[in-house]
């Protein structure tokens, strides 16, 4: 794959590593390609039945595009600064937005740019006292981009969302809590890798199929009349109710016992 991105499968659990540590794990074109390609694959992947991603070292989660590198290709006049967004962002947003199985975000330290927006797409997001977020986009004369336009103002209203993003600030750990950015903080930032390493593995005991379809069904309804998303919504329960785990589930209630899923 490459040595900037690490990736650990243990049982039904892939953790995925963003290993630039010294460079704040900064998305430069190698570790941008190996992403992609490694969240497609996984995504596709029936085995892996639950995704954390996070970054290593304790500084930052991700502070988004190497700006060092971006301003090299934009000085040799490389068209990549342009077209990175279509080439590496939206698809490895995507990748983790509509992956049929939870992402867990382990987020230590600063998460900015398109390290934050990353981070939005994921399905839960676990941080611990050094958890930041910053909306940096402005800061450097661009826009938001992976996602961040439809992810922040959908966790936290149109008003804050434009407000973080206009007038871009560092939002610590416990204001993220309050806004929704954070979905649990740990009180120590050691613990957030294992804590995210250990619910994925609980609910990657789940049903998975079901998983998928509730992602399916919110991410439609967002955006769609309540007509349209009833219609989903029998779609995604007749995929659901056909499953072996339906099955095992409805056994299981009537048999007083834990339900044994097995994604499928």
């Not at 963003?18 to 794990?25: D, H, I, Q, V, W």
């Not at 992602?215 to 007509?227: D, E, G, V």
Request: include cysteine; proline fraction near 4%.
């Amino acid at each position: 794959m490459s040595d900037s991105l690490i990736v650990d499968r243990t049982e039904a659990v892939a953790t995925v590593t963003l290993n630039r540590p010294k460079a704040m794990n900064a998305l430069n074109l190698e570790l941008k390609e190996a992403l992609k390609q490694a969240l497609t694959e996984l995504a596709a992947d029936r085995a892996v039945r639950a995704i954390v991603l996070t970054g290593a070292g304790d500084r930052a989660f991700c502070v988004g595009q190497d700006l060092r590198e971006h301003l090299q290709l934009i000085e040799a006049k490389d068209p990549a600064p342009l077209s990175t967004v279509t080439d590496h962002y939206n698809p490895i947003t995507l990748a983790l937005a509509q992956a049929p199985k939870p992402v867990i975000a382990a987020v230590r330290g600063t998460a900015a740019g398109a390290g934050a927006s990353f981070a939005y797409a994921a399905d839960f997001r676990l941080g611990g006292p050094s958890t930041s977020f910053l909306m940096a986009f402005a800061n450097i004369g661009l826009t938001a981009d992976s996602g961040a336009s439809w992810t922040l103002q959908r966790l936290v209203g149109y008003a804050k969302a434009i407000d973080l993003m206009m007038v871009p600030r560092k939002v610590e750990a416990a204001e993220a809590l309050e806004l929704g950015l954070l979905t649990t903080v740990m009180d120590d930032d050691n613990k957030v890798l294992m804590a995210a390493q250990q619910f994925a593995a609980r609910i990657a005991a789940g049903p998975t199929v079901a998983y998928a379809q509730i992602k399916r069904s919110l991410a439609f309804s967002a955006t769609h009349s309540l007509a349209d998303s009833l219609a989903l919504e029998a779609q995604a329960q007749a995929t659901a109710g056909a499953t072996a785990d339906h099955a095992e589930a409805v056994a299981a209630f009537v048999a007083k016992r834990q339900p044994n899923f097995r994604g499928e």
